[in-house]
């Protein structure tokens, strides 16, 4: 009986033992790609796989926070690859010297751009737009003109930490250029309020506490498909949307280099770009070959794409950040 006890226990410390020596990569993301409804542990599964390792999928903020995280920590980072920055951070994350060029030939993306970049890997993309119930709003506003018009009441986040928020920021910019500030002033009485991060808004939107939420044309898709719900819609504003692209990068400290690559390389593959559709509720950057889960033909989609690259974001953003706090401070 002993005998069998010690070799038990000598095989469960062997188990432990193989277990601690799988080399571990660490991904610093947003709240929403971990959640349990996100993306993250279809990911994690998937890869670990092939893998050999422990994939660890670090919740860091949302995406502005992410970059200001990095920022914060250099080179003494625990983080391998950081999932979530986009286009309107990429100049300023490029700027710190932390992360390495991915070494891939980049494959034709499906999306409304064309886009290189040897650091940072596009994985998904969307447009910003405003959410609403068609319930309770049956004559949305298709303009910024028309919802600072009206008395409907919204959701946004925070520019300085989340990349909705500092999308909607350049949205308005890129449409309405000088004329910004004053969209900024008219809007103010509708801002309910301005949380942290894009989770928290959405939450308070789902909760019955604003009439719309800022968050993405694709966002109906969710409560269509996984709810049956076909209530929620998002409003098309005759100014176009502006575009969101979502990117990967590896860090250039990282001890787990190789790792880092084969992951950047497993973003591009079709088990990761199948998942996103109905997890982050987000356009794949690579079409998988099964195409859009049913009911995304039922999104609206804009007319007119705006975007600034990577360098004119970065220009940009300052102002556009002032003019925010300015108005939202009278």
């Not at 994350?93 to 999306?111: S, Y």
Request: proline share 5%; charged share 20%.
């Amino acid at each position: 009986m002993k005998s069998t006890l010690i070799a038990t226990g000598l095989l469960a410390l062997a188990s432990t033992a193989q277990a601690q020596e799988k080399p571990v990569l660490t991904v610093y993301t947003y709240d929403s790609f971990v959640a349990e409804w996100g993306p993250g542990p279809q990911i994690e599964a998937a890869f670990e796989a092939g893998c050999g390792c422990d994939l660890q999928l670090v919740s860091a903020g949302d995406g502005a926070a992410l970059l200001a995280r990095v920022r914060l920590e250099g080179a003494r980072t625990d983080a391998d690859v950081v999932l979530g920055l986009d286009t309107n951070l990429t100049a300023a994350a490029a700027e710190t010297g932390i992360f390495a060029p991915h070494g891939l030939d980049l494959a034709e993306f499906d999306m409304p751009v064309d886009y290189q970049d040897n650091i940072f890997l596009p994985y998904d993309w969307g447009y910003f737009a405003f959410v609403y119930d068609q319930k309770t709003v049956p004559n949305p506003p298709e303009s910024f003109e028309e919802l600072a018009a009206s008395d409907l009441k919204v959701v946004i986040q925070d520019p300085r930490s989340s990349t909705p928020g500092l999308g909607l920021l350049l949205w308005i910019k890129a449409a309405y250029g000088d004329r910004a500030p004053e969209i900024w002033e008219a809007l103010s009485d509708n801002i309910l309020t301005v949380t942290k991060g894009w989770s928290e808004s959405y939450g308070m939107f789902l909760a019955g506490e604003a009439d719309m939420v800022l968050s993405y044309t694709t966002s109906p898709a969710y409560h269509l498909i996984a709810e049956d719900d076909a209530s929620k819609a998002a409003a098309k504003f005759n100014e176009g949307h502006y575009l969101q692209i979502e990117v990967a990068a590896k860090v250039a400290s990282s001890d787990q280099s190789d790792l880092a690559d084969q992951f950047m390389e497993f973003v591009l593959t079709e088990e990761f770009q199948k998942t996103i559709p109905e997890t982050n509720w987000m356009y794949p950057a690579v079409m998988p070959s099964t195409g859009l889960p049913e009911g995304f033909e039922t999104l609206i989609t804009p007319e007119t794409a705006l975007l600034y690259s990577a360098g004119e974001a970065a220009e940009i953003r300052e102002e556009a950040l002032q003019e925010w706090l300015t108005a939202l401070s009278r």
